[in-house]
Antibody, heavy 120, light 107 residues
Framework: QVHLVQSGAEVTKPGASVKVSCMAS????????IEWVRQVPGQGFEWMGY????????GYAQKFQGRVTMTRDTSINTAYMELYSLRSEDTAVYYC?????????????WGQGTMVTVSS | SVLTQSPGTLSLSPGERATLSCRAS???????LAWYQQKPGQAPRLLIS???TRATGIPDRFSGGGSGTDFTLTISRLEPEDFAVYYC?????????FGQGTRLEIK
């Protein structure tokens, strides 16, 4: 069974950084991009960027360029998203999702989400 | 490309037909348009991709249509478990955007 399991909730201060992990199981990790999307509670979704686990290639939304890094460790089938210089507006649920760039059939599996709270 | 969903809230009864709209400010390239369902406290679930292809395990009462800038999600006969928030999403070219959602509530 395909699963994406994310790390637990984080509470952090303005100006700090946070690193969220996303562990994949039940499929070949390097065959699907990992996408990162966030959702401010009670609001819609905001796409942050993607990472190709096979070659490490990344693409970031312009809004987050210079403030986000997406990486992976293929030995443990885990992707990471690190967001820097946090501000209160970054308080949100962060999701990873997988995307098949060959089938191009949307984000067909999502992690359970990681709540990140930025507060002084 | 901005995706605008309508209506914001749709109040219907079980057994009725639901039609949700998603309009793009620019044509969606190769109709890479997906629909998701989200229930409170849960991650989204993929329903439709490529504007009209149902995802694995999605009941056939869900159907997607449209092309270019105008897309629809139709639920032919609402079941109690269908009451949720629905989002459209244009993807595939590194500039993904989502609609703001349509809340489908029980009348």
């Amino acid at each position: 069974q395909v699963h994406l399991v994310q790390s637990g909730a984080e509470v952090t201060k303005p100006g700090a950084s946070v690193k969220v992990s996303c562990m994949a199981s039940g499929y070949t990790f390097i065959n699907y991009d990992i996408e990162w999307v966030r959702q401010v509670p009670g609001q819609g979704f905001e796409w942050m960027g993607y990472m190709n686990p096979d070659n490490g290639k990344t693409g970031y939304a312009q809004k987050f360029q210079g403030r986000v890094t997406m990486t992976r460790d293929t030995s443990i089938n885990t992707a990471y998203m690190e967001l820097y210089s946090l501000r209160s507006e970054d308080t949100a649920v962060y999701y990873c999702a997988r995307y098949d760039t060959r089938q191009r059939n949307g984000f067909d599996m999502w992690g359970q989400g990681t709540m990140v709270t930025v507060s002084s | 490309s901005v995706l605008t969903q309508s209506p914001g809230t749709l109040s219907l009864s079980p057994g009725e037909r639901a039609t949700l709209s998603c309009r793009a400010s620019q044509s969606v390239r190769t109709n890479y348009l997906a629909w998701y369902q989200q229930k409170p406290g849960q991650a989204p679930r993929l329903l439709i991709s490529g504007a009209s292809t149902r995802a694995t395990g999605i009941p056939d009462r869900f159907s997607g249509g449209g092309s270019g800038t105008d897309f629809t999600l139709t639920i032919s006969r609402l079941e109690p478990e269908d009451f949720a928030v629905y989002y459209c999403h244009q993807y595939g070219f590194g500039r993904d955007t989502f609609g703001q959602g349509t809340r489908l509530e029980i009348k």
